[in-house]
């Protein structure tokens, strides 16, 4: 079992920044994809960006060149840097760790999630 605890989540005004960290107990991660995910008030819960248990990444074309996801295995930590944020980045976000190969954009291929850490973006 992995448990994986969302932070840094907040309120921020559109054009800053935030960091979110995803730290995880039960196992160590490094073999583990780890995805971010969000969920804005009525939509469906979106894939954002992930990285896989080799370090490469992957990004959903609305974060990209904004957002930056890291992972720090000697911590047992993802993180999740956002810039120049915008409104419609106002969302809960979720982050996912899944020990297959399957597609890292898909949902329901992780193993494990956290609660959510909320992120609102004021313009």
């Known amino acids: 079992q992995v448990q994986l605890v969302e932070s840094g989540g907040g309120l921020v005004q559109a054009g800053g920044s935030l960091r979110l960290s995803c730290a995880a107990s039960g196992r160590t991660i490094s073999n583990y994809d780890m995805g971010w995910f969000r969920q804005a008030p009525g939509k469906e819960r979106e894939f954002i960006t992930a990285?896989?248990?080799?370090?490469?990444?992957y990004y959903a074309d609305s974060v990209k060149d904004r957002f930056t996801i890291s992972r720090d295995n000697a911590k047992n930590t993802v993180y999740l840097q956002m810039n120049s944020l915008k409104s419609e980045d106002t969302a809960v976000y979720s982050c996912?760790?899944?020990?297959?190969?399957?597609?890292?954009?898909?949902?329901?291929?992780?193993?494990?999630w956290g609660q959510g850490t909320q992120v609102t973006v004021s313009s």
């Open positions: 990285i896989s248990w080799s370090g490469y990444l």
């Open positions: 996912a760790a899944k020990g297959n190969r399957l597609p890292v954009i898909t949902e329901r291929n992780y193993d494990y």
